[in-house]
């Protein structure tokens, strides 16, 4: 994956160093983004976790565009965001916990433009990551995962640009490590998908 990344990256700088006009380009956007995180309840050590509610996140990145064709271009991404998850925590008492994730992502995604309107897709590749929860000794999670699939729908106003977008795992499910109090266990989770929106400028 790591190779292909590579590949991939040099194949856009090199041919945006082609002489064709406006081939190549670079941007900057940033957003908002939720989270649909879901898992049966679970024990442990005493202590019963179950989802709690989306909460809201952030990001900024660059973006680098290189146009295949008039229909058909190629882009990638350098994501830094911030997503946030809740839970809630049930033992000798009721306790909501807030788990902060930080992440550095490198999508590659595929798109077509038709006219303002584009549709875009591809793998997201995760540099880096860290999670830090607001009650680490209660609940820590790790993801486990560093590459998932991405995509969505744009809307191009002048250089200016409009993305929605939706990523998350091409799997049934996935498993996480949930960790409490020095105990982990290994917790499927069917749903951890991102909802993004984002704002972005094309020079």
Known sequence: MKRLLFILLCALLVC?????QRRFRVGVH?????????????????TEFRPGRARAGYGAGFVLQLNLTRHLYLQSELDYTFVNYSFRARGATVRDITLRTTRLDIPVLLGLRFGPVRFFGGPQFRAADSESSSIPKLLSVNFNR????????????????????ISGYPRPYVRNTFISNGTSQRVKVPRNIVYGGSLGFLF
């Open 146 to 165: 560093n590459t998932g699939i991405i995509g969505g729908l744009g809307i191009d106003i002048g250089r200016f640009f409009i993305d929605f977008r």
């Open 30 to 46: 940033g957003g908002v983004n939720t989270t649909s995180y879901t898992f049966s309840r679970v024990t442990i050590g005493g």
């Open 16 to 20: 945006g160093a082609c002489p064709a």
